[in-house]
């Protein structure tokens, strides 16, 4: 494994980190089964991942139950748990943004119970709440922090303004934010407006400011593995059915694109998931890859990714591709 170090984070941090969302359960991903979801984990963490990122609202609290029995077993202060507030959901399951002071105070203490532990690493805010006032969100935090419930804050699709304001009263240490090859500086993710744009504003910030910052979905939901045919079909339990990009009338422009970076990879004797990567671990302002594994197969062939390095040659014929999608 090799590790990356930023200023706002004492602990190394490896170049590859676990999406826990696929371990939600049936409801949410098709052959979601927990047995097999903690053996996932622990094949990670005997791989050398050190981040686990995980979220109150994956599963609606189930992936962190599933997360705290995984590591189980494992030496505590060798783990960087990742999770997130903000998301709550109602008796009908439906889920609806709050960052209230009060909300924050009872999340964390719901987070710790299924986690089964003492303490979050990194404690982010999962969405911006509009409705509720910026001050009161960052009194909760610093509230937990002072407790120990949590050690670094860090927020999760905020624009710069916002975590400009953050900043003035309590330290960022990490950002989590859409990107991979074919989504640069996205718009929107699941047909939610993004108020960021990843590559033009929120790299060049991170590392000025020497936080982490962690792109989730960096396999694109699962088209940059390589493994899709173009008349891929999402059942009933799959949330990336909610997703219009691999859905609607884009997404043969998005797999055309995957289907010739395939062909440089295989070309040169790789697999279209480890090129995704590899692209991402190469970036400076990149520390850790959010990837989502749902067998122990993906997890060694995402460690693939770590034996090789992207030579001047493959990026001559990798970038007129990926240079189109800088700003869809």
């Not at 590790?3 to 984070?9: G, S």
């Not at 991903?29 to 990122?53: C, H, T, Y």
């Not at 303490?119 to 709440?129: E, S």
Request: proline share 3%; net charge negative; aromatic share 10%.
């Amino acid at each position: 494994m090799k590790y990356k170090k930023v200023k706002k984070i004492a602990e190394d941090i490896s170049v590859i980190g676990l999406g826990c969302w696929a371990f939600a359960g049936e409801k949410w991903w098709n052959n979601s089964d927990d047995e097999n979801s903690i053996r996932v984990i622990r094949s990670a963490l005997d791989n050398g991942v050190n981040l686990l990122d995980v979220a109150a609202c994956y599963g609606q609290g189930h992936s962190e139950e599933v997360v705290g029995k995984a590591i189980k077993g494992y030496d505590r202060s060798k783990i960087l748990i990742n999770s997130k507030c903000g998301l709550l959901w109602d008796e009908n399951g439906r889920e609806y943004n709050c960052l209230k002071k009060e909300s924050i105070l009872k999340e964390i203490d719901d987070s710790l119970k299924r986690l089964d532990t003492d303490y979050i690493d990194i404690y982010q805010l999962h969405w911006p709440d509009p409705e509720t006032p910026l001050e009161e969100t960052l009194e909760a935090l610093q509230i937990i922090k002072d407790a120990g419930k949590i050690k670094y804050v860090g927020v999760t699709n905020y624009g710069i303004d916002d975590i400009n304001k953050i900043m003035e009263t309590i330290d960022i240490a990490s950002q989590q934010g859409l990107y991979n090859m074919l989504e640069r500086n996205p718009r929107t993710y699941h047909a939610i407006n993004l108020v960021y744009r990843t590559e033009r504003e929120i790299l060049p910030y991170v590392e000025e400011q020497g936080q982490a910052f962690f792109p989730y979905s960096p396999l694109f939901q699962g088209l940059l593995g390589g493994r899709w045919d173009k008349d891929i079909k999402f059942s009933e339990n799959d949330v990336r059915r909610f997703n219009p990009k691999l859905t609607d009338k884009r997404f043969p422009m998005y797999f055309d694109a995957m289907t010739q970076l395939k062909q440089i990879a295989e070309s040169h004797g790789h697999k279209m998931n480890e090129l995704a990567l590899n692209w991402l671990i190469d970036k400076k302002a990149i520390t850790s890859v959010i990837g989502s594994c749902r067998t122990v197969e993906q997890v060694e062939t995402n460690l693939e990714a770590l034996k090789w390095e992207i030579s001047d040659e493959m990026y001559s014929q990798i970038n007129p591709i990926v240079d189109k999608f800088e700003n869809i």
